[in-house]
């Protein structure tokens, strides 16, 4: 069926817009941002995929708010055909309003308690990761493309009756955009069987990490003991040129700190280099606690079936919760029960020279890491 991107000069096959390239039900194309006050009040995490080959649009608009130490979630699912046009479900929306520049993102009043209305506007031109490509025992793992941007939020965010006003010089942002082919939390649970081993984990520690710099936006992928991506795949793009201008990192020294009772990191030291050979220290610390990732239907146990992200659900579907996250190694309900969850990652604040900006760590050790004690 036509849509309006049938309508420009960009078709990269024979179809219409509303197929893909391949059969693969995992194939997703996706927008995640995370905007956060930088006195650490208030957090917003939204994110809004679309599945193609299994006729699926979901996404999440959460909030945690640090003055009741609270995570307040929505997720939402619904048939993508015909409306496909349409990049919202429920009470929850997405508009681009200039690429790669300024986005809005809205969630209308709901159950849980949690509203918002918030446009992200880029700080920094977006950062083309390499592409993801693996296979395991001849099987196609993974085969994806993002790229990621550092920006600042404005709007308002109302929760559990309190209302946060968000500037652009009070409030931070980071987003990325991501498509293809992964192994997990895109379109549903992988092919298992007792004869195949499980899609592979990343193993020893991983570390994703973008932030605003003084002069330079970085981000920074370390995977040290993993197999599912590059050991060291990172750079950082001058701002303060004519134009700017994008280096390499070529080492990563890092002293790490973490929760207590968990592998996620809290806070760290790092000395990066970049490929003219030009060393920067930066140490970063939690704007406030981490939220927990699986609220926002990350993950294996993401939404109430526990199937995540990219899994028809029919034509609307909305659920959500209120959670407790004041302990930043517990995740319980209200009524105090433990969940079977993890904290995950959220913004950070990141030193410099005397410099301090804001910036999102996503990382831990997820596998066997001697250095930091864990086996």
């Known amino acids: 069926m036509l849509s309006a991107l049938d309508d420009t000069l960009h078709h990269q096959t024979p179809s219409t817009f509303d197929h ?28 809004m995929g679309v599945y193609k080959n299994s006729n699926v649009l979901d996404g999440a608009g959460c909030v945690l708010d640090t003055r009741d130490g609270k995570q307040y979630n929505l997720r939402v699912s619904r048939q993508l055909r015909p409306d496909i046009d349409h990049i919202g479900a429920g009470p929850l929306h997405f508009e681009l309003l200039e690429p790669l520049v300024r986005h809005r993102i809205v969630l209308e009043e709901n159950e849980f308690g949690h509203a ?24 196609l793992v993974q085969d994806y493309s993002r790229f990621d941007q550092t920006g600042h939020a404005s709007g ?20 990325d955009h991501s498509w293809g082919l992964r192994y997990q939390h895109a379109g549903g649970f992988e092919p298992v069987t007792s004869e195949e081993p499980a899609p592979p984990a990343m193993g020893g520690l991983f570390n994703w990490m973008l932030w605003r710099g003084r002069d330079y936006a970085c981000w920074l992928l370390l ?19 004519e134009k700017p201008r994008e280096l390499r990192l070529t080492s990563v020294e890092h002293d790490l ?24 220290e930066i140490r970063i ?33 909305t659920e959500g919760e209120i959670w ?50 864990f086996s």
């Open 20 to 47: 893909v390239g391949t059969s693969d039900h995992r194939f997703y194309d996706r927008y995640w941002f995370s905007l956060f006050a930088e006195n650490g009040e208030v957090m917003v995490v939204a994110t």
């Open 116 to 139: 918002f209305d918030l446009e992200f506007e880029a700080s920094a031109p977006p950062h083309e990761e390499s592409h993801y490509f693996h296979r395991r025992d001849g099987r």
């Open 156 to 175: 308002w965010v109302s929760v559990a009756g309190r209302r946060y006003e968000a500037t652009k010089t009070t409030w931070s942002s980071v987003r």
């Open 223 to 241: 995977n040290e003991g993993g197999e599912m991506w590059h050991p060291l795949d990172s750079s950082l793009i001058l701002l303060s040129g």
């Open 257 to 280: 700190q973490f929760y207590a009772g968990t592998r996620r990191i809290k806070t760290g030291t790092y000395l990066i280099t970049d490929e003219e050979g030009r060393k920067r």
């Open 285 to 317: 610390s939690p704007v406030r606690e981490p939220y927990a990732y699986v609220g926002p239907g990350y993950g294996y146990g993401g939404f109430a079936d526990g199937k995540g992200h990219g899994v028809y659900r029919g034509q609307l579907h």
């Open 324 to 373: 407790d996250v004041s302990d930043p190694g517990v995740v319980r309900d209200l009524d105090g029960k433990e969940l079977p969850f993890t904290m995950g990652e959220g913004p950070i604040r990141v030193e410099e020279d005397g410099f301090l900006t804001y910036g999102h760590l996503a990382g831990g050790v997820m596998g066997p890491y001697p250095r930091y004690g």
